[in-house]
């Protein structure tokens, strides 16, 4: 349920692997200094006191993935129910100059935290955008159900973190056989392996990974595109809890203004197993109601894609249209399989340059799947904000529970940048299986954040959020949305990035 006293951050330009107990972890970095990329990294963390009656003290340990020693150790405290943000790293005082590596978030009270990693290439700052989130814990394999090399342009770099208390061996195996290890990797510090630059893997690969160690571990990997059509950056968490039988994904696009998504599944389990995809009932109004997609055998350590744009129902709109009200879909799905093996399975979502929604430059971002048990009365969001700059965020919320949430109300924590104070939002009557997005964006909900054209500065928040939901049966989980406006002037590049709530019971 990803809450705790302790979490792992792994290490990369702050691509976040939280390991949350009273210590995090996370892979972190500022920047990648051993990278052949045209791309400079920074990274930067969100922490938020899941504790909304006491303050919390805590303690971010920044080690360096070279050595594996801690090269910064910042203390702080937050106030109940509060969140910070250290963007960039170097508003700690005394932060390395250059930090390529991982921390430990240590704390008194329950924490959660996000990472986020931006990229400047070619003279464009922030042209790369994405999120992870924290772990509850390590463990002593990790799955990886999508790693690549120049597949149209998409690598992928790994970051697996050592979240045990001793010296661990990590050892990466490929499903194509192909087999990789690092050694003497210290307990906070983590390890790169890099696809992109990996001659073994051949001229291109699409596949999936299972990382063992001595230790418990996490991981993080980052989807990258420097060159081609899409020109993005889309980070995902590995699985450490080796899966389930059936899996639950909150947000599921197809010709949704230029978006759509692609749900990757791996198969856990010791043979070959048929997969399925069913799908929610659509949301905001839209008549499209698609069918479950065809079965999918899937061998053992393998995975495959599922792609929500082309072929079958999804075909008319071509590669991501904008769709109509009776062709376009925005909701949930459910991934089973017959021989009830545990499965572990991402989702891109990605939006089509010159669309409607999202401009110019192509936009991806990634989330994963939520075991079914994952659900819980309240939830937390470390970073939401609504016209900031051109930057807005969105809250997609499914109920997993048996009964429907009479109501589903998010509660706005206190503003760091201006005066305005958001009213709660609440979402009414949100049956099982069913899913509801609040958006801290234009018109929508109770608070009318703004036009965005001009931004209204009046309308300005940037903080945190709670999401409580009632009813008997009742239960919640969600991922945030974080993207760049239109109407306001914003990267010139793949503005968007995406983490899951946390359970905050």
């Keep these: 349920m990803n809450k705790s006293l302790k979490s792992v951050i792994s290490s990369v330009l ?57 090269a910064k150790s910042h203390s702080d405290t937050l106030t109940a129910g509060a969140s910070k943000t250290y963007f960039p790293l170097s508003v700690i005082p005394g932060f390395p100059s250059s930090f390529d590596g991982s921390a430990v978030v240590s704390s008194d009270q329950m ?26 814990q390590g463990a002593v394999q990790v799955n990886l159900p999508l790693v690549m090399k120049a597949n149209y342009g998409l690598s992928t770099f790994t970051y697996v973190q050592n979240a045990g208390t001793a010296a661990a061996s990590i050892y990466v195996n490929y499903s194509n056989g192909t087999s990789k290890s690092a050694t003497n990797i210290q307990p906070g510090a983590a390890a790169k392996f890099d696809q992109g630059a990996d001659a073994d893997l051949g001229v291109t690969f699409v596949g999936s990974a299972i990382v063992t160690s001595t230790q418990p571990i996490v991981a993080s990997v980052m989807q990258v595109a420097e060159t081609g059509a899409f020109q993005v950056l889309i980070g995902y968490n590995g699985f450490v809890d080796n899966g389930s039988p059936a899996l639950t994904l909150p947000l599921i696009m197809g010709n949704n203004y230029g978006f759509y998504t692609g749900v990757q599944v791996q198969n856990n389990g010791p043979a070959a197993t048929t997969v399925y995809l ?137 503003n760091q940048v201006g005066a305005f104070a958001p009213v709660a939002e609440t979402v009414s009557n949100l049956a099982p299986n069913s899913s509801s997005t609040i958006l801290q964006f234009g018109v929508t909900g109770s608070n009318t954040w703004g036009t965005h054209n001009p931004e209204d500065a009046t309308k300005r928040y940037y903080g945190n959020a709670f999401i409580t939901g009632t009813g008997t049966g009742c239960s919640i989980l969600g ?11 914003v990267p010139a590049g793949d503005s968007l990035s995406t983490y899951m709530t946390f359970g905050a019971e």
């Excluded at 500022?30 to 990294?41: G, H, N, R």
């Excluded at 922490?47 to 303050?55: C, F, Y």
């Excluded at 922030?126 to 924290?134: A, H, N």
């Excluded at 991922?479 to 002037?489: F, H, R, T």
Aim: hydrophobic share 40%; charged share 5%.
């Design 479 to 489: 991922i945030v949305n974080q993207a760049g406006s239109l109407a306001v002037p």
């Design 14 to 70: 702050v691509i976040g692997a939280l390991s949350m107990s009273i210590t995090m972890t996370a892979p972190v970095a500022m920047a990648e200094p051993d990278a052949p990329s045209a791309i400079t990294y920074s990274s930067g963390i969100t922490i938020q006191n899941l504790n909304r009656s006491a303050s919390a003290a805590i303690v971010i340990d920044f080690y360096d993935r070279t050595t594996g020693s801690v």
């Design 111 to 136: 924490v959660a935290a996000i990472a986020d990693l931006r990229g400047d290439s070619g003279g464009v700052t922030s042209k790369y955008f994405d999120t992870t989130g924290s772990f509850a």
């Design 278 to 414: 069913s799908y929610g009932p659509n949301g905001q109004g839209n008549t499209m109601a698609p069918v479950p997609e065809a079965p999918v055998v899937v061998d053992a350590g393998k995975s495959t894609t599922i792609l929500q744009f082309n072929g079958g129902q999804w075909g008319e709109y071509g590669t991501g249209g904008n769709g109509t009200t009776a062709t376009r879909y925005v909701g949930s799905a459910i991934v089973t399989n017959t021989m009830g093996y545990n499965l572990s399975a991402i989702v891109n979502q990605v939006c089509v340059g010159s669309k409607t929604a999202c401009g110019v430059a192509t936009v991806a971002s990634n989330y994963t799947s939520f075991l079914p048990t994952a659900g819980a009365t309240t939830i937390a969001a470390p970073l939401i904000y609504g016209n900031y700059y051109g930057w807005h965020t969105g809250v997609q919320i499914l109920n997993v529970g048996t009964g429907t949430c009479t109501n589903v109300t998010m509660t706005f924590g206190a």
